[in-house]
């Protein structure tokens, strides 16, 4: 098959032919013949599918026809994180290139007034957080009885931000008689709920099984105790150790720990960067393009932050925190072995995390390999530090908020999901923990020569980290 009989206009396939890519992945055959039929669509599909050209490619090609007016959008995609709307800008700039198409996102953390003046000049294409788009219909500055075709994308990932109210009422804003294209990974019960209401009579297009996790990626878990300085140490041990580590995104449950970890590495010497929901815009866009050029080959992320994000050719996944949702395992370890390449993704275990473990066994459908990693030194004090302790015993973050608090015109104002639109904060910046220099070593063989420099002189000697790990890092904007 190739994308010249799907249906997609000259110039769109021109754009494709750009790119290089000369074969429809799965979701874009079986997608785009219906989009452009004007059909709407039901697709099961991961990121890393090449889901968000399946809908891109066949909007591209419908929109060569009209014009959009002021303040009436003419499409309308809901994305549930402000990377992931900038990521699906990304694709209407590189595949509409040939046409004079005005695109416009609306997130969070960036001004009213310039998002007001794009809006003003009418748009083809709006690609939007719920929160923000919300505010700009509540203000009067958006009309959208004027949408012909709505995308809702990752639908799983907004149940779980708690969007599905704000999804609701948008839907109720935008013409019944609107095509609908509905991407979700998974099927949850109040997913196939709206479905039914949202979508007419939808084609069903499913590439791949939820919850499968990649052939390429060994998989493997390492116990530790419960302190968590422990896991800290198991980490940087694993870090060191690794074979073929030429980046590696290390995911925590928790954007405190997300803080924590980030700064623990940074004192280590390693070269790394943070990614959680309540860094301001222009951190969470500088340390993701950091990471992608690899000027950083360190990454601690949140799922929220993290999720469906396009990184090409991750080597490694650590799983700081086992995730408490066995459906992130896979989104997680789905950033590695990507298109048939190899990929790591190592877990480290506490004994809080085991029943999480065994709920992603059962998920998977196979056991994740223990791997015997002697701890070789602790280089960090015990007890941890009070914030810190303070934070393991804090309730989950990541809630979902399927509650329905409504206030001002039924929005839920009250809990903000992370990666929400909010004000933005500078929790990343603000030292979290400080984690004092150790006085002995308190697990594990007789310490090595490196580690015992490293408790007595700051900043570390890093003589044994690989030279990549240890490059500049640069003043974030
Ligand atoms: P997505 O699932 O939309 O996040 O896409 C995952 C990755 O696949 C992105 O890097 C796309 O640029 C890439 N991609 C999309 N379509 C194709 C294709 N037909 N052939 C090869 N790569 C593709």
Not at 4 to 20: F, M, Q
Not at 88 to 100: I, L, M, R, S
Request: proline letters at 7%; glycine letters at 8%.
């Amino acid at each position: 098959m190739s994308f010249s009989n799907l249906g997609l206009s000259d110039k769109v396939l021109a754009a494709v032919a750009a790119t290089g890519y000369t074969t429809p992945t799965p979701i874009q055959e079986k997608a785009i013949p219906h989009v452009l039929a004007r059909r709407d669509v039901l697709g099961i599909a991961q990121t890393g599918t090449g889901k968000t050209a399946a809908f891109v490619l066949p909007m591209l090609t419908l929109l060569e026809k009209g014009r959009a007016r002021a303040r009436m959008p003419r499409t309308l995609i809901l994305e549930p994180t402000r990377e992931l709307a900038a990521q699906v800008k990304e694709n209407f700039d590189k595949y509409g290139a040939g046409q004079k198409l005005n695109v416009a996102l609306l997130i969070g953390g960036v001004s009213f007034g310039d998002q007001d003046t794009k809006l003003m000049r009418g748009v083809d294409v709006l690609i939007a957080t719920p929160g923000r788009l919300l505010d700009h219909t509540e203000r009067g500055g958006l009309l959208l009885t004027g949408v012909e075709l709505l995308v809702i994308d990752e639908a799983d990932r907004m149940l779980d931000m708690g969007f599905i109210p704000d999804i609701e009422r948008i839907c109720k804003l935008v013409p019944f008689t609107r095509q609908t294209l509905f991407f979700t990974a998974t099927m949850p019960s109040e997913i196939r709920r709206i479905t039914e209401t949202f979508l007419h009579n939808p084609e069903k297009v499913e590439v791949s099984k939820p919850a499968s996790t990649a052939t390429t990626v060994t998989q493997s878990q390492v116990g530790v105790g419960r302190e968590p300085h422990e896991k800290r140490e198991m980490l940087r041990q694993l870090l060191r150790d690794a074979k073929d580590l030429k980046n590696a995104i290390i995911f925590c449950n928790r954007k405190r720990d997300v803080a924590v970890v980030y700064k623990s590495l940074q004192k280590h010497g390693f070269s790394v960067g943070a990614l959680h929901g309540d860094m301001d815009q222009s951190a969470r866009t500088a340390s993701l393009d950091q990471f992608r050029k690899g000027e950083l080959p360190l990454l601690v992320a949140s799922d929220v932050a993290a999720r469906g994000l396009d990184i090409p050719e991750v080597s490694h996944v650590f799983n700081f925190d086992v995730p408490h949702h066995p459906d992130d395992y896979v989104h997680r370890i789905g950033r590695t072995g990507r298109a048939g390449r190899l990929g790591t993704a190592i877990s480290i275990v506490s004994p809080a995390d085991q029943k999480s473990v065994a709920a992603i066994e059962k998920l998977i459908g196979q056991p994740i390999a223990r791997a015997d990693v002697t701890p070789v030194a602790s280089t960090e004090a015990s007890p941890a530090p009070a914030r810190e302790q303070q934070a393991e015993r804090a309730p989950e973050e990541r809630k979902p908020r399927r509650d329905s608090q409504r206030t001002r015109g039924g929005r839920n104002k009250s809990r903000k999901p992370e990666g929400a639109d909010r004000k933005p904060q500078t929790a990343d910046r603000k030292p979290q923990a400080a984690e004092k220099p150790a006085q002995a070593p308190s697990i594990g063989r007789a310490m090595p020569a490196a580690a015992a420099r490293e408790q007595h002189a700051e900043p570390a000697d890093h003589s044994h980290l690989p030279a990549f790990l240890l490059r500049p890092i640069r003043a974030r904007g």
